[in-house]
């Protein structure tokens, strides 16, 4: 067995290459520096300023989120919408819809609650108050090949994990909200959105003590892992805890779908007592509304700033319908992005692209053909959109609150990522000597996620802060 002493000789003696205020990160953590690739490189040079491993494959984590928006805005363009179209099956007379109500999906990555109500008052200005049929649900756009959504760390039921569907609404998630309740000695629950086919059983007991414990002391589970459509609450909540919220998903996409509908529809004021029924639209059937989603421009920062896995995952999927013909699939929004990318005469070798969000385990790039990336993504006619899709360095999105306010807060475009023995991230840095850096850091290490590799990304980011 390699003792502690002889595994710090080894990084240390890997790490001389590096510059020193980079090399004492990995070597005060015992972290080998063949662990790491780092690539500096200014966007006008034509050789790296700092390069370490630079073409070495490793799991980028979220970055991996850069290949596919850029891709997407290069291929879509910014202006690029989803419909969602909804079809009345019967007979209209201005106020009833004699028959069915369908709703078609085309992959719509950011279809939230406020945009289904918003759909739903714009049927109600058409005059429908009444549907006395089936609500239709067509999700056909999309042919979804996906694991189940537990397979990648067995957490099935976290927002993260959603699968693609084209007639995606809300993520599929709802946000659980605790607050205790002593005049009636019970912890309240509330939900947000309501859904008219969740049950929710709540065995929380409200007690005395500190607010402590995983998730506050709730157990969250499902009855039924198959339909979701029944929430069990166990636990002790004490009555010093503030209010408490918990995001996970519930329901399958169709009934989702349905009881967001049901309890939207019912709050517009409009009247509804039918069944969920999943079909196609017929091919001849003309719309009565489409509504726009988005632009793609605006969905691209949703997606990068926020680390959106789901909607990610939806971009790829519209991409292999739209290079591929429908339905849409995972391989085709795959061989879409490798055109693309290879079309902008960029190196794809060390690409290894899955799910295109980088919830993988699987997906590869090298830190080189990430820089050569997000250099071709600077000059593109698009650039604005993408840069703006980045997190804005210790002000907003998944770099909020790093970098202790110092000048380097508001001189950074970067997208991060982490996962366990993972730790990443990629952009552009406005040095000192008032040149645009772009950088690329990731650390696949047992330790990366708990500090080190965060630790180590500052470093690399302060070192070419102050560069001159």
Request: net charge negative; proline share 6%.
């Amino acid at each position: 067995m390699i003792g502690a002493a002889a595994i710090a000789a080894h990084a240390a003696a890997h790490a001389a290459e590096l510059p020193p205020e980079i090399a004492r990160v990995l070597t005060g953590h015992a972290i080998s520096a063949d662990d790491v690739s780092i690539v500096v490189q200014a966007l006008d040079d034509s050789a790296p300023k700092l390069s370490h491993l630079a073409d070495v494959p490793r799991s980028p984590a979220s970055v991996m989120k850069v290949v596919t928006t850029w891709s997407a805005l290069e291929y879509l363009g910014p202006a690029y919408t989803w419909p969602t179209e909804v079809y009345f099956l019967g007979a209209f007379d201005g106020r009833k819809l004699d028959g069915d109500l369908a709703i078609k999906g085309y992959g719509d990555p950011q279809l939230v609650v406020e945009e289904v109500w918003k759909l739903l008052r714009a049927l109600r200005r058409m005059g429908l108050t009444e549907i006395t049929g089936d609500l239709v649900l067509d999700d056909s756009h999309f042919a979804v090949d996906e694991p189940d959504p537990g397979a990648f760390d067995g957490q099935p039921y976290r927002t993260y994990n959603v699968v693609p569907n084209a007639l995606l609404m809300n993520f599929k998630a709802v946000q659980f909200q605790f607050t205790p309740d002593p005049a009636r000695g019970r912890v309240s629950v509330a939900t947000e959105p309501v859904l008219a086919n969740l049950t929710i059983d709540n065995n929380l007991a409200l007690v005395d003590g500190p607010c402590r414990g995983y998730q506050a002391g709730i157990a969250f589970t499902h009855a039924d892992p198959a339909s979701l459509e029944r929430v069990v609450l166990d636990g002790q909540f004490s009555r010093r805890c503030n209010v408490y919220g918990l995001g996970r998903t519930v329901l399958q996409h169709d009934t989702f779908a349905f009881g967001l509908f049901s309890s939207l529809w019912k709050e517009v004021g409009g009247s509804f007592s039918g069944t969920l029924r999943k079909g196609q639209v017929p091919a001849d059937a003309t719309p009565a509304l489409a509504w726009q989603s988005r632009p793609l421009g605006e969905v691209v920062r949703s997606i990068n700033k926020n680390s959106n896995n789901v909607m990610t995952r939806q971009l790829l999927y519209t991409l292999g319908a739209e290079a591929a013909g429908t339905p849409g699939t995972r391989d085709n929004g795959v061989a879409a992005v490798r055109e693309l990318l290879a079309a902008r005469g960029l190196d794809t070798s060390t690409l290894m692209l899955q799910n295109g969000a980088g919830l993988s385990r699987d997906e590869r790039a090298s830190m080189q053909f990430l820089v050569d990336l997000l250099r071709a993504a600077y000059r593109s006619p698009y650039a604005p959109e993408f840069i703006a899709s980045l997190s804005l360095g210790g002000l907003d999105g998944t770099t909020r609150g790093r970098f202790d306010a110092s000048p380097a807060s508001g001189v950074m475009h970067l997208k991060t990522g982490r996962l366990d023995h993972v730790s990443a991230v990629a952009g552009y840095v406005r040095a000192a000597n008032e040149k645009t850096y772009v950088v690329a850091v990731v650390m696949n290490s047992p330790e990366a996620h708990r500090g080190p590799g965060q630790e180590l990304e500052e470093a690399v980011l302060r070192y070419t802060l102050a560069l001159r």
